[in-house]
């Protein structure tokens, strides 16, 4: 079965608004990475996060390996943030590999 | 620093044909990945390379698919032969052993 869930599928918000998104796992993370995706294009890593909150700009990510969960908040949406984050987890006793969520796709409109 | 590159960034190929994808990590990271990433799927690990040591060969993925680093700068995939359900975008990610990992731009792939 699926290791890594994300909540929702999609969202749709209008610029300005605050987004919420989850990831669920199934196994013991030693890590949570988020990444963003344009159409098209490649990953790029937003943050890295083993446990607690971590900010970088608008971003907030909190994971909590206990619970088996994280979430990337994302403030003051903008036109730009538009595209697919994808939720990865590095699960215990593998190294570096990681196992993706099917992504949420982010909608932000004028 | 230069990135992860990747070449080709499209290939086409006819059912039964030999691809070879190529990959050059991020100068000094000694962890490459290969994934391929479908609309229904996503993204699945096709290989796992430490210090150039094949750690994990994807799997499924063994029978058509492998990938090779014969130094510490470049790697192949090689699909032979291919499928049509083979077409996808294949990428190739590095990093340091537990950092976070940087991607390529990927190679889409179209096998006809």
């Known amino acids: 079965g699926q290791q890594v869930q994300q909540s929702p599928a999609s969202l749709v918000l209008q610029e300005g608004e605050n987004a919420e998104l989850q990831c669920n796992f199934s196994?013991?993370?030693?890590?949570l990475q988020w990444f963003y995706q344009r159409p098209g294009g490649s990953l790029v890593s937003l943050l890295s996060n083993p446990s607690g909150t971590k900010h970088t700009g608008r971003l907030t990510s909190t994971t909590v390996t206990k619970e088996r969960r994280g979430s990337l908040h994302i403030s003051s949406s903008q036109i730009t943030d538009s595209g697919t984050y994808l939720c990865a987890m590095e699960r215990q006793g593998t190294g570096s590999k990681l196992s993706f969520g099917k992504g949420a796709k982010l909608t932000v409109s004028p | 620093d230069a990135g992860v590159t990747q070449t080709p960034r499209h290939e086409v190929a006819e059912k039964g044909q030999t691809i070879i994808l190529k990959c050059e990590p991020v100068?000094?990271?000694?962890?490459l990945f290969w994934y391929r990433q479908t609309k229904i799927q996503g993204l699945e690990l096709l290989s796992y390379?430490?210090?150039?040591?094949?750690?994990?060969d994807g799997g499924a993925f063994k029978d058509r698919f492998k990938a090779e680093m014969l130094n510490s700068s470049f790697s192949t995939l090689k699909i032979q032969p291919t499928e049509p359900k083979d077409s996808a975008v294949y990428l190739c990610?590095?990093?340091?052993?537990?950092?976070?990992?940087?991607f390529g731009p990927g190679t889409r792939l179209t096998v006809l």
């Open positions: 196994s013991t993370a030693t890590r």
């Open positions: 390379f430490r210090s150039k040591s094949l750690m994990e």
């Open positions: 100068s000094g990271h000694n962890d």
């Open positions: 990610a590095s990093s340091w052993t537990g950092g976070a990992q940087y």
